[in-house]
């Protein structure tokens, strides 16, 4: 189960036991694991995945709270988090958080073309592909719309960072920011290969404008 935060998260706190997992029976779960892998690079690591028996019987997951020391990259705890948000396994993926940031910044070398003016990085709820596992392509590139500070509403120039985590790079050619992502519906899938809905996030500025 991927719990996404707003926050990067410092990987030296993260353990099984900060983590409480109360399931539909009422009962509390420690999760087996729990890691930052495979969101590792520079710009994500704000995505730690749980593993453990979340759904025993007919149980499901209602939340998940921070009950021991976990801290973000800037020091700061986040015990006593709690998060009631939880997405059903057969829902397909949608948009959680939406940064943008200069082409060159760093943990961006290389990955859009040379033409990218803008970069949102796109988290996800969890990991996604094509259908069937498929790299990303230009179906999932159209659909894609990111609206802009002028009004007009533009397609990546490309989606890059393709790899199977819950984060996607849209480069964007148009010097105007963006201000929103949409995604239309049946096109980024997750690792159980459901589709995603309709789903759309405001954009948060990472640029000195």
Do not use: Y
Request: with cysteine; charged share 20%.
């Amino acid at each position: 189960m991927p719990v996404i935060f707003s926050v990067q998260i410092n990987g030296d706190t993260v353990s099984p036991t900060a983590f409480a997992v109360e399931i539909s029976s009422g009962e509390i779960v420690t999760p087996l694991c729990a890691t930052l892998r495979p969101a590792l690079e520079s710009l994500e690591q704000r995505t730690v995945l749980l593993i453990g028996p979340f759904s025993p019987g007919d149980s499901l997951p209602v939340s998940v709270e921070i009950v021991e020391q976990l801290e973000d990259v800037d020091g700061n705890s986040l015990l006593g988090v709690k998060g009631e948000e939880v997405t059903a396994l057969a829902a397909g993926p949608s948009l959680v958080f939406a940064e943008r940031f200069a082409p060159d910044n760093s943990g961006l070398e290389g990955e859009c073309p040379e033409q990218t003016a803008q970069a949102v990085q796109l988290t996800w709820e969890g990991g996604v592909t094509g259908p069937g596992g498929a790299d990303l392509a230009e179906a999932q590139r159209t659909a894609v719309s990111v609206l802009l500070d002028n009004g007009n509403s533009v397609h990546p120039l490309a989606l890059a960072d393709d790899d199977p985590d819950n984060h996607v790079i849209a480069c964007i050619a148009e010097a105007s920011p963006a201000v929103s992502v949409s995604v239309a519906a049946g096109f980024f899938h997750d690792p159980g290969d459901d589709a995603n809905p309709e789903t759309g996030i405001n954009v948060v500025s990472k640029m000195s404008e």
